[in-house]
T-cell receptor, first 114, second 117 residues
Framework: DVKVTQSSRYLVKRTGEKVFLECVQD?????MFWYRQDPGLGLRLIYF???????EKGDIPEGYSVSREKKERFSLILESASTNQTSMYLC?????????????FGDGTRLSIL | AQTVTQSQPEMSVQEAETVTLSCTYD???????LFWYKQPPSRQMILVIR??????QNATENRFSVNFQKAAKSFSLKISDSQLGDAAMYFC??????????????FGTGTLLAVQP
């Protein structure tokens, strides 16, 4: 089974802090994704990566950056955390290709910015 | 741009009964993939079922089946013989085949399903 591991289930940080959310997958997937999940808004894509050191902005990249130095690891960075970034963050990975490959998700990190 | 709409924020079903969750989407593309994902409370999101738009036959996975109406751009999920473990948030998602190999998904806002014993 594919395993996507997010480093923290719950995280509390202060406004202005630099926050790192880590995600590791064990299936050698080319694609990795960071989503934000908010009630009534569903999942919104922040950033995704299709290869090491390659990244593209999703729908809501403002205030975030990402890093993918190794294929199995994809990090989401909040440069200067703000209270409106309090949310559930989900990481996902998938195989590359043009078929119907599903995305595989981590357990999520519930981040609170005080 | 494609959009996915789930018009039922919450649904409820009695154990052992059947429930249908609605999903509509908007696209100008002729070929695409559709997915239903399940997110149980405080647990990992998992794939329930998927459908290729070029296939006329509706996908089925055990108690889960879809009603795919391409002309109407509708993709509903039917859960038969509902069980307590089916209680979860359900998300409908769309994938374009023209978006390259990056496998980006567009999600709906979700339907929270409660199962009553």
């Amino acid at each position: 089974d594919v395993k996507v591991t997010q480093s923290s289930r719950y995280l509390v940080k202060r406004t202005g802090e630099k926050v790192f959310l880590e995600c590791v997958q064990d299936m050698d997937h080319e694609n990795m994704f960071w989503y934000r999940q908010d009630p009534g808004l569903g999942l919104r894509l922040i950033y995704f990566s299709y290869d090491v050191k390659m990244k593209e902005k999703g729908d809501i990249p403002e205030g975030y950056s990402v890093s993918r130095e190794k294929k199995e690891r994809f990090s989401l960075i909040l440069e200067s955390a703000s209270t409106n970034q309090t949310s559930m963050y989900l990481c996902a990975s998938s195989r590359s290709g043009f078929g119907n490959q599903p995305q595989h998700f981590g357990d999520g990190t519930r981040l609170s910015i005080l | 741009a494609q959009t996915v709409t789930q018009s039922q924020p919450e649904m409820s079903v009695q154990e052992a009964e059947t429930v249908t969750l609605s999903c509509t989407y908007d696209t100008s593309e002729s070929d695409y993939y559709l997915f239903w994902y399940k997110q149980p409370p405080s647990r990992q999101m998992i794939l329930v079922i998927r459908q290729e738009a070029y296939k006329q036959q509706n996908a089925t996975e055990n108690r889960f089946s879809v009603n795919f109406q391409k002309a109407a751009k509708s993709f509903s999920l039917k859960i038969s013989d509902s069980q307590l473990g089916d209680a979860a948030m359900y998300f409908c998602a769309y994938r374009s085949v023209y978006g390259g190999a990056t496998n980006k998904l567009i999600f709906g806002t979700g339907t929270l399903l409660a199962v009553q014993p």
